[in-house]
């Protein structure tokens, strides 16, 4: 971890630019490029409205959450600044690598007006980690109770295995000076939001909407593509999708998500190349439905220029 915080940002960013492509590359070697223009001919006018719909719930509902966070550090946060703000971040992610630029930018803006920037990325962080928690407990309580006849019992399988993995290297770091230090100050900076039941609750009922909003979105991508499958396979599949989705190592979204919404498909004997051509139209789709944040981003900047005018002309005074 220490070797590679010394590589150069510029240069973590291009490596993981690089491996989001060579991702994306190996999967098109794999099945083909027919099932990517295949995903891209799905997308019609009644699947970007269900799309925009969609993101449209996941984004009030997130936005709640994150307004939740914030007031437990003590950062208040109106609700039209939130929903806007978290748009406007959800463009940023979309469209930049590594699908994080959109949350510091949340969290430099918010924390700007309260003069306490460093509370604002904690809470921001906070939101996130807390959201992403509750996604993969509702994918393990959905997955790993399926029976060994069941198509997508491997699934289960991979993801009971993932999550023993995980507890044990937590095991392992926490078995550390070090490590128990570290946990140590993650549960500090958790600790105003963990300790209020009522938040608590609040924020899972919040994660749950937004988990199924895009999974419902996946869905959507799914039928559209013509893939003969129930809608309830077909939403335990996005939830494994999703999850690679999240992995900090894609260009606007493309990469590890293509190559395991491929496998994720195969498992379920529904066929690698339908797997890619989800995933491609469900990435365009998402682009499309968070494209309101571009004009929150626009507006904001509009905002700014006045304030900067006023500044300038104090100055030259």
């Excluded at 195969?266 to 439905?289: C, D, K, M």
Aim: with cysteine.
């Amino acid at each position: 971890m220490a070797g590679l915080n010394r590589i150069p940002p510029r240069l973590r960013s291009g490596l993981r630019i690089a491996a989001a492509l060579a991702v994306v590359a190996g999967t098109a070697a794999a099945v083909g490029v027919e099932p990517f223009l295949h995903g891209l001919a799905t997308i019609s006018p009644a699947t970007i409205l269900a799309a925009a719909a969609l993101a449209g719930v996941a984004t009030a509902a997130a936005a709640w959450r994150w307004r939740i966070v914030s007031a437990g550090f003590g950062l208040p946060l109106r609700w039209s600044e939130a929903f806007a703000s978290y748009y406007r971040s959800q463009f940023l992610n979309t469209v930049l690598p590594g699908g994080v630029v959109g949350d510091v930018h949340r969290a430099y803006v918010h924390g700007q007006r309260h003069r306490r920037i460093d509370l604002a990325a904690r809470a921001v962080a906070a939101e996130r980690v807390a959201g992403q928690l509750v996604q993969i407990v509702l994918t393990l309580a959905i997955l790993l109770p399926l029976g060994m006849a069941s198509p997508l019992a491997p699934l289960a399988w991979i993801s009971g295995a993932i999550a023993v993995l995980a507890i044990v290297v937590v095991g392992v770091v926490a078995a550390t000076r070090r490590g128990r230090a570290a946990l140590g100050r993650e549960y500090r900076m958790l600790r105003p939001v963990i300790t209020r039941p009522a938040a608590l609750c609040a924020i899972a009922a919040a994660s749950v909407v937004v988990v199924a909003a895009h999974a419902a979105t996946f869905v959507v991508a799914s039928l559209a593509a013509g893939v003969d499958a129930g809608a309830d396979e077909l939403a335990v599949v996005a939830l494994i999708v999703l999850g690679a989705a999240a992995i900090p190592v894609n260009v606007g979204g493309w990469g590890p998500r293509e190559a395991v919404a491929a496998a994720a498909f195969a498992l379920a004997g529904l066929g690698a190349a339908a797997g890619v051509a989800v995933s491609t139209a469900f990435g365009v789709l998402t682009v499309v439905a968070v494209l309101p944040g571009a004009l929150a981003l626009l507006a904001g900047r509009f905002r700014s220029l006045p304030a900067r005018g006023i500044i300038g002309k104090r100055r030259s005074a």
